[in-house]
């Protein structure tokens, strides 16, 4: 397979959510996988849009997913410099070639002018086309006046890698605008531009480009540049599927999953099955999986639908796997102390360590921990309701769970050896000497000792509590249903 060069070119306009990290991982997996070139590039020439601090997200984002650039900001690289502010120069001697080549003009039609010619075409209900108002008379180019493309419309075919053969006609070509008055350039030429000098071989983004696509050819032609291969991603759609995934649909910026515990391990495999697949019905991929798999023939052409629930299932997955394949350290590295309780802070890293390793198979996402740990660190609000209503436990009078507890108290307080496997032997002996069943007695151990929802496996919850706090929250526990 031929060397591939890609590129990821945001716009600094603000957080960076799904459908552009989507937009960086197909890229970033062909230019790896053909031992090619991933290019950052950003593409801030809208300056009315320009958000403070945006670049820097952009490039914390791809970092954190592991795609790292091969050519870009902090970087460099031979076709330096990769924001379009700085190229502006470029991009200004291709349009005046375009200009004494007789397929660009100078433009100083005011604003106001050209909003009537708009509003003529909606009275007479036709299509408005700037190219049907063009200026007879030509105007020498100084700054502060647009330069536009001039149009000579016709039909065009093209390939698109995933839609396949497409086409259109000459009624959606238009007098676009090359340059605009602040001098720097519209993204409909600046790329063409950056993509040629930078020698992209293949232009990965989004469907909602291809409505462009016949202007884009069209600079192609008049510029007399190679096509580079397009490959059109589907839209990644709201929960319901009708429509394309925005802010309205609930939908977080990458940066709002980091902070919630996603890891970048499940939003890079969640993204990259968004719109693709193998062929299999394998779902959790690692890095070098994806690598060795991915394919543009097997990216789909219609939306894929968001679904946060599965990528909260992933993470899931990724926790387990993480802990199962590269050990309870490794997780625990990956936490960052905002997840843990606040009395966590006053345990030693060993005890948080244990208290991870017996709940990290509960957890969907990472900030899951502050609430399913905290009774490790902290003393639980007594409730005695939750025993007296839970489904199991409501058949039992109050004298009955009260002297259950007090039972379990004593024999527990009679272990010499705190560990596991002796607390396991008595709970199983507790079955016997009390004639309850598992879902009886357990149950109301773990609450008297957490009063949480859930709680992992009771022995382990035991001797990671210890002797003192355990006993002592069973006899308040006893003590409150009396």
């Known amino acids: 397979m031929e060397k591939a060069v890609t590129r990821f070119a945001p716009s600094p306009t603000g957080y960076i959510h799904i459908g552009n990290v989507r937009s960086a991982i197909y890229p970033y997996l062909l230019a790896k996988q053909t031992d090619g070139t991933f290019i950052l590039r950003i593409e801030d020439t809208d300056q009315a849009r320009y958000v403070e601090g945006a670049t820097d997200l952009i490039k914390e984002t791809l970092l954190w997913l592991g795609l790292n650039w091969d050519e870009g900001p902090d970087i460099g690289g031979p ?8 190229r502006k120069e470029l991009y200004l001697n291709w349009a005046k070639k375009l200009i004494a080549a007789g397929r660009a003009y100078a433009d100083a039609t005011p604003s106001e002018k050209i909003d009537e010619y708009r509003k003529e075409d909606t009275a007479k209900k036709i299509p408005y086309l700037y190219r049907n108002h063009r200026p007879t008379e030509t105007t020498e180019w100084h700054e502060g006046i647009p330069i536009r493309f001039k149009a000579e419309p016709k039909n065009y075919t093209w390939v698109d890698e995933v839609m396949g053969e497409l086409s259109a006609g000459p009624e959606v070509q238009d007098d676009i605008i090359l340059i605009k008055k602040d001098g720097l350039p519209t993204y409909n030429f600046a790329h063409i ?5 930078m020698g992209v071989t293949h232009v990965i983004r989004g469907q909602e480009y291809l409505s462009s696509m016949p202007n884009y050819l069209a600079l192609y032609d008049a510029l007399g540049l190679p096509r580079p291969k397009f490959v059109s991603l589907p839209h990644i759609l709201a929960p319901q599927g009708n429509k394309k995934l925005s802010k309205r649909d609930g939908a977080k910026s990458v940066t709002d999953y980091r902070e919630d515990g996603i890891l970048p391990e499940a939003m890079l495999n969640y993204l990259a099955c968004l719109g693709w697949n193998d062929g299999t019905e394998q779902e959790i991929y690692t890095m070098a999986e994806l690598l060795e798999r991915f394919s543009l023939s097997r990216i789909q052409n219609s939306g894929a639908r ?4 599965k990528l909260l299932w992933m993470n899931g997955m990724w926790i387990r796997k993480i802990h199962d394949e590269e050990g309870n350290d490794v997780l625990y590295s990956k936490i960052n102390e905002k997840f843990w309780p606040d009395s966590a802070k006053d345990y030693p890293e060993e005890y948080r360590k244990k208290v991870l390793n017996i709940i990290y198979d509960r957890l969907k996402a990472l900030k899951d921990l502050k609430s399913f740990s905290a009774y490790f660190f902290e003393e639980p609000t007594v409730d005695a309701n939750l025993i007296k209503n839970n489904k199991i436990l409501k058949k039992l009078s109050e004298d009955e769970l009260s002297s259950l507890l007090n039972t379990v108290s004593l024999r527990l307080s009679e272990i010499q050896d705190w560990t596991e496997e002796n ?4 709970l199983n002996e507790l079955l016997e000497t009390t004639g309850k069943k598992p879902a009886e007695l357990f149950s109301l151990i773990r609450i008297a000792v957490s009063f949480a929802p859930f709680s992992p496996a009771l022995n382990l919850t ?6 003192e706090r355990t006993i002592a929250r069973l006899n308040l526990a006893a003590r409150s249903i009396d």
């Open 193 to 197: 531009i950056d993509d040629m000098e």
């Open 462 to 467: 035991l001797e990671a509590l210890g002797r």
């Open 79 to 86: 076709h330096a410099p990769y924001f379009q502010t700085e």
């Open 306 to 309: 968001f679904d946060e629930t």
């Open 423 to 426: 607390l396991q032997d008595v």
